[in-house]
C-alpha cells in the first residue's frame, strides 16, 4: 500500500531565506508526483507535476525534483515571501493495484515565512 | 466550465438528516476524487471514480457514505443520518482518465453538523 510522508510538519523561516520540503513515497511505481499549495479555508492549488520520467520541474521561484528509484521529491522555495505562507503537499499518482490513478497524499508541510 | 465547481460551498445541517455534496468536474475530465478534511488535519481519501470502471470506494467510512457519479460528469456526496464527527470540508478534484494528467481540485463544501 502506498505512504506518503512529508517532513517537516511545520516550518518557519525569515523572509528571503531558501527553503527546501521533502516528500517522500513507499512505493515508486508511480505515473507522477504533484505538489499543491492550500491556503487557509481553500481548496487546493497545483503547483508543479513531474511525470515519472522526469528528474525536476520549475515554475518561477519553486522546483520540484523527483528521484523516483528511491522514493523521494522535494519543493525548493527561492527567495521565500510572507506570501508564500501556505500549507504544501505532495500526492503520487498510483500505477498499480486496483485503483490505478488514485492520488494519494501525504499530511503536508505548514510553511510560514516571517517578513 | 473552467475549474472543477462544488455546492453548496457551506452547509450547516442538524444531525441525523441527510446531506447531498455536489461536484461538477472540468469538462472531458473522467477521473474524479472525494476527499475530507477535519479541522487541522490532513486529507482522507473517501471516492475515486475512474471512466467507467468501478470505482474505488475503500476510503468510505461508513455505510452512512455513499457516491454516485451520473453520466460520467456531476457526481454526488451523500451523507445518511449526519453525525457532529462528519463536520469537515469536502473536497472533490478531477482529472484526464489519464495517468500523466494532472489534477485540479474545486474550492470544497465546508459542513458543519449541529
Known amino acids: 500500500k502506498q505512504e506518503v510522508t512529508q517532513i517537516p510538519a511545520a516550518l518557519s523561516v525569515p523572509e528571503g531565506e531558501n527553503l527546501v520540503l521533502n516528500c517522500s513515497f513507499t512505493?515508486?511505481?508511480?505515473?507522477?508526483l504533484q505538489w499543491f499549495r492550500q491556503d487557509p479555508g481553500k481548496g487546493l492549488t497545483s503547483l508543479l507535476l513531474?511525470?515519472?520520467?522526469?528528474r525536476e520541474q520549475t515554475s518561477g521561484r519553486l522546483n520540484a525534483s523527483l528521484d523516483k528509484s528511491s522514493g523521494r521529491s522535494t519543493l525548493y522555495i527561492a527567495a521565500s515571501q510572507p506570501g508564500d505562507s501556505a500549507t504544501y503537499l505532495c500526492?503520487?499518482?498510483?500505477?498499480?493495484?486496483?485503483?490505478?490513478?488514485?492520488?494519494?497524499f501525504g499530511k503536508g508541510t505548514k510553511l510560514s515565512v516571517k517578513p | 466550465g473552467a475549474g472543477v465547481s462544488q455546492s453548496p460551498s457551506n452547509k450547516v445541517t442538524e444531525k441525523g438528516k441527510d446531506v447531498e455534496l455536489r461536484c461538477d468536474p472540468i469538462?472531458?475530465?473522467?477521473?474524479l476524487y472525494w476527499y475530507r478534511q477535519s479541522l487541522g488535519q490532513g486529507l482522507e481519501f473517501l471516492i475515486y471514480?475512474?471512466?467507467?470502471?468501478?470505482?474505488?470506494k475503500s476510503g468510505l467510512p461508513s455505510d452512512r457514505f455513499s457516491a454516485e457519479r451520473t453520466g460520467g460528469s456531476v457526481s454526488t456526496l451523500t451523507i445518511q443520518r449526519t453525525q457532529q464527527e462528519d463536520s469537515a470540508v469536502y473536497l472533490c478534484?478531477?482529472?484526464?482518465?489519464?495517468?500523466?494528467?494532472?489534477?485540479?481540485f474545486g474550492q470544497g463544501t465546508r459542513l458543519t453538523v449541529v
Open positions: 469538462s472531458g475530465h473522467t477521473a
Open positions: 513531474i511525470q515519472s520520467s522526469q
Open positions: 512505493d515508486s511505481a508511480i505515473y507522477n
Open positions: 478534484a478531477s482529472s484526464l482518465v489519464s495517468g500523466l494528467s494532472e489534477a485540479f
Open positions: 471514480f475512474q471512466g467507467n470502471s468501478a470505482p474505488d
Open positions: 500526492a503520487v499518482r498510483t500505477y498499480y493495484g486496483g485503483s490505478q490513478g488514485n492520488l494519494i
